[in-house]
């Protein structure tokens, strides 16, 4: 599952976690004290309630606190690394994370926010690669490892955020998209900015025709019946 991190995930996490580990050990603290409270060996009484109930019941939160604790602080360490990730590549502007605790794998989101962090690799990688194959053609038993395969795909992402930016740069906005976008309606996807998302839709996204007015997105069209009605009526003049 990719997330999605905000600009400050991290503190509200490391908020969240100091909050739950708090209750967890105050309410750890009264199963604690209240179960001292009970004289040693006390038995319950038939007839009557179980002295032990609210105990057990604190030491039941208790443990699912410590299980809430466990998550938070598994969120912390991957929104960290997420961070320490970004301090590691300073032209990297939104990075893409695909799963919610430690072991989390974060990379580099394919984003126009990023086409200089592509380009530098892009550029280094082209340096690397030749130095590869000089070092080849002299050292036939030790070859090292080239990177053509690599290069063109890297080729080929930096092509289509350049073009996705050149897009969404150059294509007009016509009155009506304005007025959309003034209230609201829809908001620009700032990772590839050709697409407007419909504010209140599931991944539902509009594009711009060459006149600047808003048609239906092919990559994110509208599905359920509802939110086609929807679009048409944000289509319509």
Known sequence: ??????????????????????????????????????????????????????????????????????RAADRVDMLEMVEKFKEDNDQLHDVRVVGRTRGASVGAATSVNNLDYFKGKLARMIADNEAAKAWNKTHKDAKRCTFGSKITALRKKVAYLEAVKSKADSTPISEHSQRLIDAGKVSQWKKKPIYYFVNGLRKVALTLDDNGDFQESKRYPAYEEGDRETVQKLLAH
């Open 1 to 70: 599952m990719t997330s999605i991190i905000k600009a400050n995930s991290l503190e509200q996490a490391k908020s969240r976690l100091e909050r739950v580990r708090s209750e967890r050990e105050a309410t750890e603290q009264a199963a604690r004290d209240e179960a001292h409270a009970i004289p040693f060996g006390q038995p319950n009484i038939e007839g009557r309630g179980n002295i032990y109930k609210h105990v057990q019941q604190q030491w039941d939160r208790t443990r699912r606190l410590a299980d809430e604790e466990e």
